[in-house]
């Protein structure tokens, strides 16, 4: 896996920690068990998908928590801004406010740390501010709660301009023995239930395997990610849709020190990924993406500062 554990000393026997990253000292070798259901698989995702991103992004991050994130997508000839703060609002509750200067909008995210609210988190985000008193519509366009308790952890998503559906989703490790299982589906207010699916994860050794089913379970995903070498994962995913024969897959490399990675899919293209440090407090992401088909190539960078 990608991501590193705290410097905090563990036990040299392989531990899978609920919604942690825990190393084994001798190899490290880290362990993602899922918290929520869109956990399921993430070793895997973050070998494969995370920060593949063919666009040109500056983030900038101050001391008191303000982070300023401008994309160029050159492709699309498109601008985003994208300015994120965060501050302790009470004793126990932090609020990430979001302004989306395109979309006009803002998110915010409540998430409490106090003994009795431990694992509790609010999302609430508005539509375009500019067309609200047009259309007289609702402030508020989406709101989500998520709670992690134990070894479980739920969320629930509903529209608010139009609240017609709620989106749930649970996840547990009920099974025990690293295995982390997940249920998420789409109700609406009538009770009806418009999708679901389901979605497995076991923690092995130093292997992570995982199943889910989506779309009525029409579509199947199967992946694993392992540990091959003292600084190399690999991960392979494939997807297969029952009732249209499909088939697509991915398999990839990432060096854990130097940051290094490269993904081949069945569309026949090749992501390759660097992260370059700069100077102190500033580092680059570079993806380039190669089709080989067509002999063409995308590249993008983005740059993470902190000031």
Known sequence: CPQRASDARVEKKHRCTLGTFTPREDDDVVIIMATYFSEIGKSISNVLTKDLKLVDKITVTTADGAKSETCVNTSASSLTHKTTITRDIIDGIKADIVLDANARSVSTTLTANDVILNGLKVDLKTGNLTTISEVKANVLEKASLQYKTGGMGMKCEMPLASPN???????????????????????????????????????????????????????????????????????????????????????????????????????????????VSICDGAKANVVVQAHLASKTYKTGVAFDIKA
């Open 165 to 275: 559906t709620v989106s749930v989703n649970v996840c547990s490790d009920i099974l025990g023995s690293g295995t982390s299982v997940g249920v998420d589906g789409t109700l609406t207010t009538s009770g009806q239930v418009q999708s679901y699916g389901v979605a497995l994860q076991k923690c092995q050794g130093d292997a992570t395997y995982a199943v889910a089913a989506d779309n009525g379970l029409d579509r199947l995903k199967f992946g694993m990610s392992t540990k091959l070498s003292s600084d190399m994962n690999g991960a392979i995913e494939c997807v297969v849709g029952r009732s249209s024969g499909s088939l697509a897959y991915a398999v990839g490399l990432q060096n854990s020190n130097t940051g290094a990675r490269a993904v081949y899919n069945s569309q026949g293209t090749v992501d390759l990924a660097k992260e």
